[in-house]
């Protein structure tokens, strides 16, 4: 069964950064065809898509967010990071990692984790 | 504003059948297969639908899946209480440098 889970520190001041990990157990992160992305959800918004990374390091992110994002993939500890730099308070959300499968087309974001609550304030 | 357009909420009774719409354009549905999500509150999203009108193992064949031409919908047939959450759409938008993009959600309400 694979499973997702996500850490990292739940309180951050404006302007330092926000840094989260993904754990994945139950399947290999080194397969090619996955796309380990990076969601986030603001309370009672709709859900938002950070990016993604893939086995050989090659990211997307998305354009509103690409000046302040980062992602890192470990392959030999099984998990891949998110760095967004400089927050502020409309960086307060739920983050959630997940997985994309591909083979030629999405199969969608098939395995998420619980979500980890980050929250900005001074 | 999102770039994917659906009706803020949508409800129906037990048994019944309700669809969902997502409406994008040329450069997001018109081009790119359109995934469906159920979020139930507090949990995060499952996947319902991917490439226009798959279902993953383990979803139910009452929920189906449609596209055509720059819109999509999710239907719902035989409504049960515990179909009440939120719904959302998704698919790529090739205008703004591919990035995944989402629909607002559609809070469904059984009544």
């Known amino acids: 069964q694979v499973q997702l889970q996500e850490s990292g520190p739940g309180l951050l001041k404006p302007s330092q950064t926000l840094s989260l990990t993904c754990t994945v157990s139950g399947d290999s992160i080194y397969s090619g065809r996955y796309y380990w992305t990076w969601i986030r959800q603001a309370a009672g918004k709709g859900l938002e898509w950070i990016g993604h990374?893939?086995?050989?390091?090659?990211?997307n992110y998305n354009p509103s967010l690409k000046s302040r994002v980062s992602m890192s993939l470990e392959t030999s500890k099984s998990h891949f990071s998110l760095n967004l730099m400089s927050v502020t308070a409309a960086d307060t959300a739920v983050y959630y990692c997940?997985?994309?499968?591909?083979?030629?087309?999405?199969?969608?974001?098939?395995?998420w984790g619980q979500g980890a609550l980050v929250t900005v304030s001074s | 504003q999102s770039v994917l357009t659906q009706p803020p909420s949508a409800s129906g009774t037990p048994g019944q059948r309700v669809t969902i719409s997502c409406s994008g354009s040329s450069s997001n549905i018109g081009s790119n297969h359109v995934s469906w999500y159920q979020q139930l509150p507090g949990t995060a999203p499952d996947l319902l639908i991917y490439r226009n009108n798959q279902r993953p193992s383990g979803v139910p064949a009452r929920f189906s899946g449609s596209k055509s031409g720059t819109s999509a919908s999710l239907a719902i047939s035989g409504l049960r209480s515990e179909d009440e959450a939120d719904y959302y759409c998704?698919?790529?938008?090739?205008?703004?440098?591919?990035?995944?993009?989402f629909g607002g959600g559609t809070k469904l309400t059984v009544l």
């Open positions: 990374i893939q086995n050989s390091g090659a990211t």
């Open positions: 997940a997985r994309e499968e591909r083979t030629g087309y999405s199969h969608g974001l098939d395995y």
């Open positions: 998704a698919t790529w938008d090739d205008s703004l440098n591919g990035p995944l993009v």
